[in-house]
């Protein structure tokens, strides 16, 4: 069985400010994992995507996260945070050897404040 | 179509009335997947359709939700005799099969509200 947990279900930076929206999971084999955005009204948007290659993975907008197999770890960020980042993050995973079920964290809002 | 369709994008139904709600998944994905997703909370599970596979429906809340899915294409989730706590967004998504480091493709969801 895998899960995922995102720590803080807000988070709130100044605009300019660097970005970490935290997420760890447990897997019990190696696992794909995935950055969603949820923009207000719409639906998930897929960010990055992590799958066995490169241990950093360099998403869209700027957003880049890095797996750390020893802290079991997919921690979301960006350098310097932009007013149209404010969305909802949620992390995702997927063993990599059984189906295409994702089990979904429960998500962190991103506000970001001029 | 270029991406997942969704359709309505609201809904409003009085409580105890039926609702179907449908998707129309990306053409060649044979995954479909419902999701639900309450005010300020994460996306609960609801059904997995994989190509002509018995769906798994472990995530289905009650007995008043079912889902059937026609020609492994569109889709549609029905609520019978709504409730309030029914109330949320639905999402679906779909995916190729085989290509297991992909996610998903989600649809701009329906927003059900029951009063």
């Known amino acids: 069985a895998q899960s995922v947990t995102q720590l803080g279900s807000h988070v709130s930076v100044s605009e300019g400010a660097l970005v970490l929206l935290r997420c760890n999971y447990s897997s019990s084999v190696p696992p794909y994992l995935f950055w969603y955005v949820q923009y207000p009204n719409q639906g998930l948007q897929l960010l990055l995507k992590?799958?066995?290659?490169?241990?950093l993975v360099k998403g869209i907008n700027g957003f880049e996260a890095e797996f750390k197999k020893s802290e079991t770890s997919f921690h979301l960020t960006k350098p310097s945070a932009h007013m149209s980042d404010a969305a909802e993050y949620f992390c995702a995973v997927r063993p990599n050897n059984a189906g295409n079920m994702l089990t979904f964290g429960g998500g962190t809002r991103l506000m970001v404040k001029p | 179509g270029a991406g997942v369709s969704q359709s309505p994008s609201n809904k409003v139904t009085e409580k105890g009335k039926d609702v179907e709600l449908r998707c129309d998944p990306i053409?060649?994905?044979?995954?479909l997947y419902w999701y639900r997703q309450s005010l300020g909370q994460g996306l609960e599970f609801l059904i997995y359709?994989?190509?002509?596979?018995?769906?798994?429906k472990s995530g289905l809340p009650s007995d008043r939700f079912s889902a059937e899915r026609t020609g492994g294409s569109v889709s549609t989730l029905t609520i019978q005799r709504t409730q309030q706590e029914d109330s949320a967004v639905y999402l679906c998504a779909s995916s190729f099969k085989g290509t297991g480091n992909y996610g998903y493709t989600f649809g701009s969801g329906t927003r059900l509200t029951v009063v």
């Open positions: 992590y799958t066995s290659a490169a241990t």
């Open positions: 053409s060649g994905h044979t995954a």
């Open positions: 359709f994989q190509g002509n596979s018995a769906p798994d």
